[in-house]
């Protein structure tokens, strides 16, 4: 008598969310499994790897993650097109870190001029991401929103402080909208309610519960994105089905693994080496968690994290 395995069946299903436009649009989401599970249900998309860029020079971000970019990292348009012409990304994650008050406090008419030019060089999905500055992001994610309209982009992060402005925002551009909490699923869920209670469809939200890296924070982060998963399949709640995003590299690259150099900790091996294993890592599991879209940093970090997706897929 053959043996035939046990499987799990979920009632829910991951909600599909496209982005980007005619032939370089990309969908993600609209599995009924956990992650990778293919061999239970159905897994019809592939996760999304954005790279991601900045509207001004990363002079924070470490000298092994500015390397590959040295050279067309002062252009935010010459870096996009980069990332998509030699490093083959399929999608753009622009971080308007410059408009924050304590960098260059930038304007919203500045960040708009920035995410016109970027979104009119690239054909690949853009993801545009504010400075986590609440009270700031509200006027420039609208700017943002507008000088990319319909181009069917993913703008963030709303937060309960500031999510009223920048979903009418995305809702008026024809953009979905990343619906940010800090680790905690009922706050996310709750987001989310408030967020479609002002008419925001549920099926153009992508849920951000706040990455972390490995060592630390990353298996608290973990346990709330599986848990989030876990409600949208197992509990079929229409609230949690939407796609999960990791913004990985910002977290990562911040490290003390990742920035301390060979000669004070001659143990640890490699700086570079080190730092994209660590970005490599904690992507993954952010994958395994139920993630379907990473923003990375390390060209290296997102070739190794792609060839795992082949394998797993």
Known sequence: MAFIP??????????????????KEITVGGENVLSFHSFEGTVPNRPLIAHEIQDVPPTDWPESVQKPYIDVYANP???????????????????????????????????????????DSIDIPLIILGSNHTE????????????????????????????????????????KLIAMSELD????????????QMGFDKEKIIIDPMCSALGYGLEYTYSVMERIRLAGLAQ????????????????????????????????WGNTEERGITWEAVTAISMLIAGAEILIMRHPKAIEAIEKMIDELM
Do not use: F
Not at 7 to 22: A, D, L, M, N, W
Not at 185 to 196: D, V
């Open 6 to 23: 046990p499987k799990e069946t979920y009632p829910g299903r991951v909600y599909s969310v496209s982005i980007g436009t005619g032939q």
């Open 77 to 119: 348009v010459s870096w996009a097109k980069y990332c998509q012409d030699v490093l083959n990304a399929k999608a753009i994650a622009l971080r308007l870190i410059g408009t924050h008050p304590d960098r260059e406090n930038r304007s919203a008419e500045e960040a708009a001029r920035t995410v016109k030019e970027v979104v």
């Open 136 to 175: 700031k992001d509200s006027s420039v994610l609208i700017a943002a929103a507008e000088a990319s309209k319909d181009r069917n982009c993913i703008i963030g992060k709303a937060q309960e402080a500031n999510y009223k402005t920048i979903a009418a925002a995305a809702v008026a551009n024809n953009h």
């Open 185 to 196: 699923i009922n706050l996310s869920k709750q987001l989310n309610i408030l967020i479609t």
């Open 236 to 267: 079929n709640d229409p609230t949690m089905q939407q796609p999960i995003m990791g913004d990985v590299g910002m977290y990562v690259w911040k490290v003390k693994e990742t920035i301390a150099d060979e000669k004070d900790v001659p143990l």
